[in-house]
Every structure is written in structure tokens, then in C-alpha cells.
């Protein structure tokens, strides 16, 4: 069974910088595509960044310059460093893989999510 375990969520202040974490485990042969989404309060969840097993990668205009994603294929794991943080960053931020191949073929897999908070 695949699971996806996030950390390094917290309380940060506007200006500040986090850097999360997301290890896939499991018996994983390969993970397509690896990302970011966050969900604010009393908004839809939306996507932040992702990138391929190549290392394409794609991010939302309001995260562009400020935040970075990398990724570690022998690790299955994906890292999002957010720096200059601002209030609007706040919110709970989810881990996926997407077309993670495994004996029963690929699938889909979320994580449980991780608060991020930006205020003075």
C-alpha cells in the first residue's frame, strides 16, 4: 500500500520561509508526477506546483519566483521550498503522485496535509 507522509508545516511570519517535505512509501517501481495543491479557508483546493519524473516543472502565477519544488526519484520524494511567504499563503497544503506504478499498476495517491500559516 502507497502512502504519502508530509512535513514541515508551522507558523512562519510574512517574509519568512518553509520548506516542506512529502516521501512516498511502499512498493513503488516508478511515480510519474509529483506536486503541490493547498486549500485556504473557505476556498477550493488549487494547485501550487508539480513536476515530472524529468524534472519539468509548472507552477501558479501567485507562487512564481517565490516558491521552488525539487524532487528526489531515488527518495520518491518531493519538496516544496516557499520563501518571502505572505497571509495569503496560508493554508492546508496536500502532497500528490500521480500515475504511481506499483504491482497493480499505476494509480493515484493524496497526502493527509500539512498547515501552513503566515502571520505576525
Known amino acids: 500500500q502507497v502512502q504519502l507522509v508530509e512535513s514541515g508545516g508551522g507558523l512562519v511570519q510574512p517574509g519568512g520561509s518553509l520548506r516542506l517535505s512529502c516521501a512516498a512509501s511502499g512498493s513503488i517501481f516508478s511515480i510519474n508526477a509529483m506536486g503541490w495543491y493547498r486549500r485556504a479557508p473557505g476556498k477550493q483546493r488549487e494547485l501550487v506546483a508539480t513536476?515530472?519524473?524529468?524534472?519539468?516543472?509548472r507552477y501558479a502565477d501567485s507562487v512564481k519566483g517565490r516558491f521552488t519544488i525539487s524532487r528526489d526519484n531515488a527518495k520518491n520524494t518531493v519538496y516544496l521550498q516557499m520563501n518571502s511567504l505572505k497571509p495569503e499563503d496560508t493554508a492546508v497544503y496536500y502532497c500528490?503522485?500521480?500515475?504511481?506504478?506499483?504491482?497493480?499498476?499505476?494509480?493515484?495517491?493524496w497526502g493527509q496535509g500539512t498547515q501552513v500559516t503566515v502571520s505576525s
Open positions: 500528490n503522485a500521480r500515475g504511481v506504478y506499483t504491482i497493480v499498476g499505476p494509480s493515484d495517491y
Open positions: 513536476i515530472t519524473s524529468g524534472g519539468i516543472t
